[in-house]
């Protein structure tokens, strides 16, 4: 199988075209033209999960956040970059194209919420729906933290009826909830003035951590990739995990 195969087929579900100006998107490192016949997916392309496709003798790393964002000063040995190019290990990521797609990361925290009667906006980076019942802001911090598996969940206190999501660093979606009538929001990042904001509008806001709202999308990422390429073995990293704890 080419690797510009699985490009294309990258481009159909989460059209790159569709990224915000500023990220970086697409085939970031490989050429079009290499053999693949394993792929590993992962949230994180970091030094170990390098390793991990290096062992498992994976062509290619797919990935949601670019490995290369801002451009690169120096290329040194213990870095995912280096890596990628000594092993001759591909990398394509889909990030903010992957946000807004249809069956992507909103979609995929929707799923994992168990929202019903889900509207997908993806020029917000939102996905909006209803619980499954009416509860308190604790007891859907408590569900969202099960749900993602997450170390922890800070929230601001609300009703539960309309809920909008906004993955990892959304935490500027609490304004379009509010504005859209919806009373609880979930991200995965919020700073201290949109805690605030969340108080004085009345919106029982969630913040479960960038990485537990993003991970939740790798699993059906490869569901796609693997109903279209029967062909190619695609594993989900192991060594991809959320780089911090609670207590």
């Known amino acids: 199988?080419?690797?510009?195969?699985?490009?294309?087929?990258?481009?159909?579900?989460?059209?790159?075209?569709?990224?915000?100006?500023?990220?970086?998107?697409?085939?970031?490192?490989g050429s079009p033209s290499m053999e693949i016949d394993r792929a590993l997916l992962a949230l994180d392309i970091t030094p170990a999960v390098v390793e991990e496709a290096l062992d498992l003798g994976a062509q290619l790393i797919i990935s949601h956040h670019p490995v290369i964002f801002s451009p690169l000063s120096a290329l040194r040995p213990d870095t995912a970059e280096y890596l990628l190019a000594k092993h001759d290990i591909a990398a394509l990521c889909l990030h903010t194209d992957l946000d807004r797609a249809e069956g992507g990361v909103n979609t995929a925290l929707g799923n994992a919420?168990?929202?019903k009667n889900a509207v997908l906006y993806p020029e917000d980076f939102l996905l909006v729906g209803?619980?499954?019942?009416?509860?308190?802001?604790?007891e859907f911090a408590a569900f969202i933290k099960e749900r993602l598996n997450a170390p922890s969940v800070r929230f601001t206190?609300?009703?539960?009826?309309?809920v909008a999501v906004?993955?990892?660093?959304?935490g500027e979606g609490v304004e379009l909830a509010a504005k859209y009538g919806f009373d609880a929001f979930v991200t995965g990042e919020m700073k201290h003035h949109q805690y605030l904001y969340a108080v004085q509008h009345g919106?029982?806001?969630?913040?479960?951590?960038?990485?537990?709202?993003?991970?939740?999308?790798?699993?059906?990422?490869r569901e796609q990739f693997s109903a279209r390429f029967?062909?190619?073995?695609?594993?989900?990293?192991?060594?991809s995990v959320c780089p911090y704890r609670a207590v």
């Open 203 to 221: 919106i029982a806001a969630f913040d479960a951590g960038h990485f537990p709202t993003e991970d939740v999308v790798i699993a059906p990422l």
């Open 230 to 239: 029967p062909e190619v073995d695609f594993i989900i990293s192991q060594a």
């Open 113 to 115: 919420l168990k929202l």
């Open 130 to 138: 209803e619980p499954e019942t009416p509860c308190s802001a604790q």
């Open 157 to 162: 206190e609300g009703k539960i009826t309309r």
């Open 1 to 29: 199988m080419k690797l510009n195969e699985l490009i294309e087929f990258a481009d159909k579900i989460a059209p790159f075209g569709t990224a915000e100006e500023w990220d970086n998107v697409g085939l970031l490192v």
């Open 166 to 170: 906004s993955s990892g660093g959304g």
